[in-house]
C-alpha cells in the first residue's frame, strides 16, 4: 500500500506511517580504516588486543596486536554495516602469526549482528588460521547471512594464544563486500511517541537503519520495513528420498515423487546414420565411415542424416583407390582427407553438399584412426612403415622419402607388432605431436602389474628448421586426453593426469587401496655406435666436454659386440667448458656416449665434444 509523505507541522497520532520526502543518505558499504591507515580511530579493541604497526613478510602492514602469554583478544570496527534480512555479506581478513609455531596462536574474521536497540544477536566466525610461521600470511573469510531481527553488523577481527607461549600475533586487512548501499527493504518510518504531536517545520535526518529513532519536534519517527506483498515459491515436482528403479525399456516409466520420467533413447535413431567410430567434423557436419563410403550429416543437425540437399554420402568408393572400406578420417588444410588400407582420398566439403569435390587421390594409405592429428599446417598419420606426413608424401608419392617420421620408423614398427592400438594427439601450447603405445595392466597371480605407456613425441622447432624424436615412458597407460587451455590432461582408468613442466612422475601402488608417490623422471640421450674415422681401427679417447643444463652423469660404451658394454656413470657439471677438459681415457674401434639425467632440476643439453685420435694397426 502506499504511505503518504511526510508534511510539516502536521499533527500525528502515535501509529501514523509516513515517508520521507528526501531519501536517507545511503549506509556504508564498506568499512571505514579496515587497513588502519588513520590509526586506531573507527576500532573498538577488546581484552588484550592493542593497536600497534607491525611490518609482515612481503611488506605488508598489520596493525591489531596479540602479545604472547594472553589469552585472547580482538578488535571490532565501529562502521554499521546494513544487509537486507536473508542476504549474504562477506567478510575477510589476514592474519600474520610471526614466529608462533603452528597451533600455538590462531586469528580469524568475525562478523557480529545487532538489533535496532544495539543488542548482539549473533556472531558469525571465518575459518581459523592457526598454521602461518615464518612470516607467512593467510586469510580468514567468512560468509555470513543476515538474520532475522538485525538491523546492521559489524566486522572485527578476534586473536586467541595459548598461555605458555610468547610470541605475538597479528591481524589486519579487513574488507567486506554484499553490503546494502541504500535503504532497506523501502523503508518507511512510524509514529511511536505516546501521545499526538506535531511535526517540525523542516524534515529531520532520517536514520537509515531498521528500528532506529529519530525526534521530529513533538513526534519520534522510527524506522520500519514498509509493507510488502511477499510471493513464496513452491515446487510442483519434487523427486523422492530414494533412487527409483530404472526402466532398461525405451518409452518406459517409473514414478519418483510428484515426477513420473519416461527412458529415451540417447542414440541418433535416424537409419542412414552408419553408428561407425571413424568419425570427423567439418563444414558444420558430421562425417561418419560407412564402408566404402562416407555419410553426413544435415547442417547443425548430427540427428538428421536423410534430408534431401542437406544430408547425404561422399561417394569414396566409386573413385580411385575407393574399393577398401574407410579406415581412417581427418582434416587437411580444411579438407576432409579419407584412408583406406590403399590410399587416401581429399575432398572439399561445405555446407551444400552440392560444392562438395574430389580435389586428389594418391595411393597412401593408413588404418589407424585415432594416430591421425593434424600438426600446424600439415596432417601427421600412421602408415604400416611409421609416422608419415601428408605434405610430404603427397609430394614424393611413397612412404620411403626422407619423412619426419623415419629416423623412428623400427621403433614405431615394433611397437606395432605388438599389437597395441596407436592414440595420437597434437599438443599446442609444446608445440608436440604425441604416437602412444599402450601396455595394459595385468595380474601376474595375486599381483597386480600396472600398465605403461611408449609415447614418442616430434617436438616441432622455428620455421624452416626440422624437428627431433623423444621417447617418453610413462609408469600408467593413457586412456584418452584432452587440451584445456594450456594444459594437457591424461586420463588412466580412472585417474586424471596433467603434464606440466615442473611435475615428476605420479606412481601409482595399488595394494588395500591405491598409494600415490610423485617422483623425478630421468632423461637419457644415448648415441648409435660411432666409428669416428676408419672402421675397425682403435681410438683413443682422452677427454671430453659437455654443454648443457642440470645434473648429468656420463658414461661410454666401449664393446658394441658385448651386448654393448658401457663404463660407469661418470657425474659431471652441466657444463664443462670453463677449465680443463674432463679426463676419459679410454680404447675401442667404436663408442657410444649415454647422457643421464636425474630429473632432480630443469635439465637441457647443447653440445657434447670429444677428444681422440685414431691408432695405428700394428704390422
Given at each position: 500500500?502506499?504511505?503518504?509523505?511526510?508534511?510539516?507541522?502536521?499533527?500525528?497520532?502515535?501509529?501514523?506511517?509516513?515517508?520521507?520526502?528526501?531519501?536517507?543518505?545511503?549506509?556504508?558499504?564498506?568499512?571505514?580504516?579496515?587497513?588502519?591507515?588513520?590509526?586506531?580511530?573507527?576500532?573498538?579493541?577488546?581484552?588484550?588486543?592493542?593497536?600497534?604497526?607491525?611490518?609482515?613478510?612481503?611488506?605488508?602492514?598489520?596493525?591489531?596486536?596479540?602479545?604472547?602469554?594472553?589469552?585472547?583478544?580482538?578488535?571490532?570496527?565501529?562502521?554499521?554495516?546494513?544487509?537486507?534480512?536473508?542476504?549474504?555479506?562477506?567478510?575477510?581478513?589476514?592474519?600474520?602469526?610471526?614466529?608462533?609455531?603452528?597451533?600455538?596462536?590462531?586469528?580469524?574474521?568475525?562478523?557480529?549482528?545487532?538489533?535496532?536497540?544495539?543488542?548482539?544477536?549473533?556472531?558469525?566466525?571465518?575459518?581459523?588460521?592457526?598454521?602461518?610461521?615464518?612470516?607467512a600470511v593467510h586469510r580468514s573469510t567468512c560468509e555470513a547471512i543476515c538474520p532475522e531481527g538485525a538491523a546492521y553488523c559489524r566486522a572485527g577481527i578476534e586473536l586467541w594464544s595459548v598461555a605458555d607461549h610468547n610470541h605475538a600475533i597479528w591481524g589486519g586487512n579487513l574488507w567486506v563486500e554484499g553490503t546494502f548501499a541504500g535503504l532497506p527493504a523501502d523503508l518507511a518510518y512510524k509514529a511511536v511517541q505516546p501521545e499526538s504531536g506535531f511535526s517540525d517545520a523542516s524534515e529531520p535526518a532520517w536514520p537509515p537503519v531498521l528500528g532506529q529513532q529519530v525526534v521530529d519536534n513533538e513526534v519520534t519517527w522510527e524506522a520500519i520495513a514498509a509493507t510488502r506483498v511477499v510471493w513464496t515459491a513452491e515446487p510442483l515436482y519434487i523427486s523422492g528420498d530414494t533412487e527409483p528403479e530404472w526402466p532398461e525399456e525405451e518409452g518406459g516409466m517409473v514414478k519418483d515423487g510428484t515426477v513420473t520420467l519416461r527412458a529415451v533413447s540417447r542414440r541418433v535413431e535416424d537409419p542412414n546414420c552408419p553408428?561407425?567410430?571413424?568419425?570427423?567434423?567439418?563444414?558444420?557436419?558430421?562425417?561418419?565411415?560407412?564402408?566404402?563410403?562416407?555419410?553426413?550429416?544435415?547442417?547443425?543437425?548430427?540427428?538428421?542424416?536423410?534430408?534431401?540437399?542437406?544430408?547425404?554420402?561422399?561417394?569414396?568408393?566409386?573413385?580411385?583407390?575407393?574399393?577398401?572400406?574407410?579406415?581412417?578420417?581427418?582434416?587437411?588444410?580444411?579438407?576432409?582427407?579419407?584412408?583406406?588400407?590403399?590410399?587416401?582420398?581429399?575432398?572439399?566439403?561445405?555446407?551444400?553438399?552440392?560444392?562438395?569435390?574430389?580435389?586428389?587421390?594418391?595411393?597412401?594409405?593408413?588404418?589407424?584412426?585415432?594416430?591421425?592429428?593434424?600438426?600446424?599446417?600439415?596432417?601427421?598419420?600412421?602408415?604400416?612403415?611409421?609416422?608419415?606426413?601428408?605434405?610430404?608424401?603427397?609430394?614424393?608419392?611413397?612412404?620411403?622419402?626422407?619423412?619426419?617420421?623415419?629416423?623412428?620408423?623400427?621403433?614405431?614398427?615394433?611397437?606395432?607388432?605388438?599389437?597395441?592400438?596407436?592414440?595420437?594427439?597434437?599438443?599446442?601450447?609444446?608445440?608436440?605431436?604425441?604416437?602412444?603405445?599402450?601396455?595394459?595392466?595385468?595380474?601376474?597371480?595375486?599381483?597386480?602389474?600396472?600398465?605403461?605407456?611408449?609415447?614418442?613425441?616430434?617436438?616441432?622447432?622455428?620455421?624452416?628448421?626440422?624437428?627431433?624424436?623423444?621417447?617418453?615412458?610413462?609408469?600408467?597407460?593413457?586412456?584418452?586426453?584432452?587440451?584445456?587451455?594450456?594444459?594437457?590432461?591424461?586420463?588412466?582408468?580412472?585417474?586424471?593426469?596433467?603434464?606440466?613442466?615442473?611435475?615428476?612422475?605420479?606412481?601409482?601402488?595399488?595394494?588395500?587401496?591405491?598409494?600415490?608417490?610423485?617422483?623425478?623422471?630421468?632423461?637419457?640421450?644415448?648415441?648409435?655406435?660411432?666409428?669416428?674415422?676408419?672402421?675397425?681401427?682403435?681410438?683413443?679417447?682422452?677427454?671430453?666436454?659437455?654443454?648443457?643444463?642440470?645434473?648429468?652423469?656420463?658414461?661410454?660404451?666401449?664393446?658394441?659386440?658385448?651386448?654393448?658394454?658401457?663404463?660407469?656413470?661418470?657425474?659431471?657439471?652441466?657444463?664443462?667448458?670453463?677449465?680443463?677438459?674432463?679426463?676419459?681415457?679410454?680404447?675401442?674401434?667404436?663408442?657410444?656416449?649415454?647422457?643421464?639425467?636425474?630429473?632432480?632440476?630443469?635439465?637441457?643439453?647443447?653440445?657434447?665434444?670429444?677428444?681422440?685420435?685414431?691408432?695405428?694397426?700394428?704390422?
Amino acid at each position: 500500500m502506499a504511505y503518504p509523505v511526510w508534511q510539516s507541522g502536521t499533527l500525528y497520532q502515535p501509529g501514523d506511517i509516513v515517508v520521507p520526502i528526501t531519501a536517507p543518505s545511503p549506509t556504508a558499504t564498506s568499512v571505514e580504516n579496515g587497513e588502519f591507515t588513520d590509526g586506531a580511530n573507527n576500532w573498538d579493541f577488546t581484552g588484550s588486543a592493542f593497536y600497534s604497526e607491525h611490518v609482515s613478510k612481503g611488506g605488508w602492514r598489520t596493525y591489531v596486536e596479540l602479545p604472547g602469554n594472553q589469552a585472547g583478544g580482538g578488535a571490532l570496527n565501529q562502521t554499521k554495516l546494513v544487509v537486507p534480512v536473508g542476504k549474504k555479506i562477506t567478510a575477510a581478513c589476514l592474519i600474520d602469526q610471526g614466529a608462533s609455531v603452528a597451533g600455538a596462536t590462531r586469528g580469524w574474521v568475525e562478523v557480529h549482528w545487532f538489533s535496532a536497540s544495539n543488542v548482539l544477536l549473533r556472531i558469525d566466525k571465518g575459518n581459523q588460521v592457526d598454521s602461518g610461521s615464518g612470516g607467512a600470511v593467510h586469510r580468514s573469510t567468512c560468509e555470513a547471512i543476515c538474520p532475522e531481527g538485525a538491523a546492521y553488523c559489524r566486522a572485527g577481527i578476534e586473536l586467541w594464544s595459548v598461555a605458555d607461549h610468547n610470541h605475538a600475533i597479528w591481524g589486519g586487512n579487513l574488507w567486506v563486500e554484499g553490503t546494502f548501499a541504500g535503504l532497506p527493504a523501502d523503508l518507511a518510518y512510524k509514529a511511536v511517541q505516546p501521545e499526538s504531536g506535531f511535526s517540525d517545520a523542516s524534515e529531520p535526518a532520517w536514520p537509515p537503519v531498521l528500528g532506529q529513532q529519530v525526534v521530529d519536534n513533538e513526534v519520534t519517527w522510527e524506522a520500519i520495513a514498509a509493507t510488502r506483498v511477499v510471493w513464496t515459491a513452491e515446487p510442483l515436482y519434487i523427486s523422492g528420498d530414494t533412487e527409483p528403479e530404472w526402466p532398461e525399456e525405451e518409452g518406459g516409466m517409473v514414478k519418483d515423487g510428484t515426477v513420473t520420467l519416461r527412458a529415451v533413447s540417447r542414440r541418433v535413431e535416424d537409419p542412414n546414420c552408419p553408428n561407425t567410430k571413424i568419425v570427423a567434423i567439418a563444414a558444420s557436419k558430421v562425417f561418419c565411415g560407412d564402408d566404402d563410403i562416407v555419410r553426413y550429416s544435415a547442417t547443425v543437425n548430427p540427428l538428421d542424416w536423410s534430408t534431401d540437399n542437406d544430408a547425404g554420402y561422399l561417394p569414396t568408393g566409386l573413385q580411385n583407390y575407393g574399393a577398401n572400406p574407410v579406415t581412417a578420417m581427418g582434416l587437411y588444410r580444411g579438407n576432409l582427407i579419407v584412408f583406406n588400407a590403399e590410399a587416401f582420398q581429399l575432398w572439399q566439403v561445405d555446407e551444400d553438399p552440392a560444392n562438395m569435390a574430389l580435389l586428389d587421390a594418391l595411393p597412401m594409405g593408413s588404418t589407424q584412426h585415432h594416430a591421425i592429428a593434424p600438426v600446424s599446417n600439415d596432417l601427421f598419420f600412421l602408415a604400416s612403415q611409421g609416422v608419415r606426413t601428408v605434405g610430404i608424401a603427397a609430394s614424393s608419392t611413397n612412404f620411403q622419402a626422407g619423412d619426419v617420421g623415419m629416423p623412428i620408423d623400427p621403433l614405431v614398427q615394433e611397437a606395432m607388432a605388438a599389437g597395441s592400438e596407436p592414440l595420437a594427439l597434437y599438443y599446442p601450447a609444446m608445440g608436440q605431436y604425441w604416437l602412444v603405445f599402450n601396455s595394459y595392466g595385468h595380474w601376474e597371480g595375486e599381483m597386480w602389474i600396472p600398465g605403461t605407456a611408449q609415447v614418442f613425441v616430434y617436438s616441432m622447432t622455428r620455421m624452416g628448421q626440422v624437428g627431433a624424436w623423444s621417447r617418453y615412458t610413462f609408469p600408467y597407460a593413457i586412456d584418452d586426453w584432452a587440451i584445456a587451455g594450456d594444459l594437457l590432461y591424461l586420463r588412466s582408468g580412472d585417474f586424471i593426469h596433467r603434464v606440466g613442466e615442473a611435475a615428476g612422475d605420479e606412481i601409482g601402488i595399488q595394494r588395500d587401496g591405491w598409494t600415490f608417490e610423485v617422483v623425478p623422471f630421468e632423461g637419457l640421450i644415448q648415441w648409435p655406435w660411432l666409428e669416428f674415422g676408419q672402421p675397425g681401427v682403435t681410438k683413443m679417447l682422452y677427454g671430453f666436454d659437455i654443454v648443457g643444463q642440470g645434473r648429468v652423469s656420463v658414461s661410454f660404451g666401449i664393446d658394441q659386440s658385448n651386448g654393448g658394454l658401457f663404463t660407469p656413470g661418470y657425474t659431471v657439471p652441466a657444463d664443462t667448458v670453463p677449465g680443463m677438459v674432463i679426463p676419459m681415457p679410454l680404447a675401442a674401434p667404436s663408442l657410444s656416449v649415454k647422457l643421464t639425467y636425474d630429473g632432480s632440476e630443469p635439465w637441457q643439453w647443447n653440445a657434447l665434444g670429444l677428444y681422440l685420435q685414431d691408432l695405428r694397426g700394428m704390422s
